[in-house]
């Protein structure tokens, strides 16, 4: 679908502009948010017609963000939260908390000003975009902390996220535990040798023993002996 920009649209283009963009994002959000007008004859036209005015109002805009953004500029805010021992929050900060933390100091943003990629899930400082124009976004520090002296000591340097998983015991490098492998192979084969040694043994003690003479020879010797008694 293509539109036509009536303000500065980051990552899209200019007033003015008409550019091609989804139709979802056009119907949710530059549509209703008032930012564009559908790419049509008419609209174009109407457009031009109104240029000087949308650009004069999108100058007083401006210079009213600009005011806002010399005191917001490089602000540093301070949100409490619950935290386990390891910093991981019990929740999280959203957009909307950073909103309602810039409203109590006096700043008048909606949600869709801030520009946070993801929720803050850990204790810590976080760095936060705040859109005050289209042509105007300021960057503010969060930091989530348990307490008030916490937070002075994050704003120190001082870090109390700590990674909660044990580290793995260190195994011993291939070439150490290769002997003990080898130790244990060579124990195998001597264990071995000695029962092949064993049984070698036991065959031989069988073959030692002397052969009986069957009872034709015991008959012949005997008859030899009396022959030579007679003789």
């Known amino acids: 679908m293509e539109v036509i920009l009536l303000e500065r ?5 200019q007033m003015g502009d008409v550019v091609k963009v989804k139709p979802g994002f056009a119907r949710n959000y530059l549509l209703p948010q008032k930012k564009a007008l559908r790419s049509t004859d008419e609209n174009r036209t109407y ?17 009213e963000a600009e005011s806002v953004a010399s005191k917001l500029e490089g602000k540093s805010f301070v949100a409490i939260r619950q935290a386990g021992d390891t910093g991981h929050l019990y929740g999280s900060v959203t957009a909307r908390d950073i909103t309602e933390a810039l409203i109590e100091e006096g700043f008048t943003v909606t949600r869709q000003q801030v520009l946070l990629e993801q ?17 105007v976004i300021v960057t503010v520090t969060f930091n989530v902390a348990r307490s008030e002296e916490e937070a002075k000591a994050q704003a120190a340097g001082e870090s109390f ?15 150490e535990a290769e002997p003990k492998v080898k130790k244990k192979k060579k124990k195998a084969k001597t264990a071995k040798e000695d029962a092949g040694k064993s049984e070698t043994a036991g065959d031989g003690e069988e073959t030692e023993k002397p052969a009986e003479d069957s009872p034709a020879e015991a008959s012949e010797e005997a008859q ?4 030579e008694s007679a003789d």
Do not use: M, S
């Not at 705040?130 to 042509?135: F, I, Y």
């Not at 996220?161 to 070439?175: G, I, N, Q, S």
């Not at 030899?224 to 022959?227: I, M, N, R, T, V």
């Open 224 to 227: 030899g002996d009396k022959d």
């Open 119 to 135: 929720n803050i899930k850990l204790l810590g400082l976080y760095e936060c975009r705040v859109a005050l124009h289209p042509e």
């Open 161 to 175: 996220v700590t990674d909660a998983e044990e580290k793995p015991e260190e195994e011993a490098p291939p070439e």
């Open 9 to 13: 649209i980051e990552r899209l283009g």
């Open 47 to 63: 457009f031009e017609k109104q240029r000087v005015q949308l650009e004069a109002a999108n100058l007083k805009h401006r210079e």
